[in-house]
């Protein structure tokens, strides 16, 4: 079965400052990743995708992520925070295959900006 | 184009009472999902649709029941609602090709459930 870790569930960083957000993933076989954001009161959108196609992802926002095999991570990030950015940040898993139909999130990490 | 809706927005139930919530999509996706989120744990997956008249047990299936409509809809459930279910409900949709699981999901806003 395949899992998600995100380290931290609050991460804080001022106005301009690197974000940075990690996500571990476990999957015996070649996983889909995904970043998701919830903004306050609403639903969750998609930030950007992982699908094998290329290892540096870029993302609406001015997000990106890299996936790292040998390190089995898709950290998030993002070089300059923006007081927009402020919201609630999820990695997801998924399969290839008879696992495809389902996608696993982690606890997911609280952004807060700074001015 | 409206996506994914879910209705009710809130709702506010007794213990042992039971209620449907409702979701349909208009993107022509042939899976669906019903997820729960609580404080700290993420979203939690209670059961899907891969397709039109299947449906499957997630992680925490316990105390709901799923009818997938149509295409469109796929409703959930609680038939004796606990204070356990107290969470907000996220219906979505995900488009897939064959087997293959890179298509996303497109989330619906969620609808509050509190259970005195």
């Known amino acids: 079965a395949q899992s998600v870790t995100q380290l931290g569930s609050h991460v804080s960083v001022s106005e301009g400052a690197l974000v940075l957000l990690r996500c571990n993933y476990s999957s015996s076989v070649p996983p889909y990743l995904f970043w998701y954001v919830q903004y306050p009161n609403q639903g969750l959108q998609l930030l950007l995708k992982?699908?094998?196609?290329?290892?540096l992802v870029k993302g609406i926002n001015g997000f990106e992520a890299e996936f790292k095999k040998s390190e089995t991570s898709f950290h998030l990030t993002k070089p300059s925070a923006h007081m927009s950015d402020a919201a609630e940040y999820f990695c997801?898993?998924?399969?290839?295959?008879?696992?495809?139909?389902?996608?696993?999130f982690g606890k997911g990490t609280k952004l807060s900006v700074i001015p | 184009n409206a996506g994914v809706t879910q209705t009710p927005k809130f709702q506010v139930l007794k213990t042992g009472q039971s209620m449907t919530l409702q979701c349909a999509q208009d993107m022509n996706h042939n899976s669906m999902y019903w997820y729960r989120q609580d404080p700290g744990m993420g979203l939690r997956l209670i059961y899907y649709s891969a397709s039109e008249g299947t449906t499957d047990k997630g992680e925490v299936p316990n105390g709901y029941n799923v009818s997938r409509l149509n295409k469109r809809e796929f409703s959930l459930r609680l038939e004796s609602a606990a204070p356990s279910q107290t969470s907000v409900y996220f219906c979505?949709?995900?488009?897939?090709?064959?087997?293959?699981?890179?298509?996303?999901?497109?989330f619906g806003e969620g609808s509050r459930l509190t259970v005195l």
């Open positions: 979505a949709s995900r488009a897939l090709s064959g087997a293959m699981g890179t298509g996303e999901l497109f």
């Open positions: 992982y699908t094998s196609a290329a290892t």
């Open positions: 997801a898993v998924s399969l290839s295959g008879a696992g495809s139909y389902q996608l696993t």
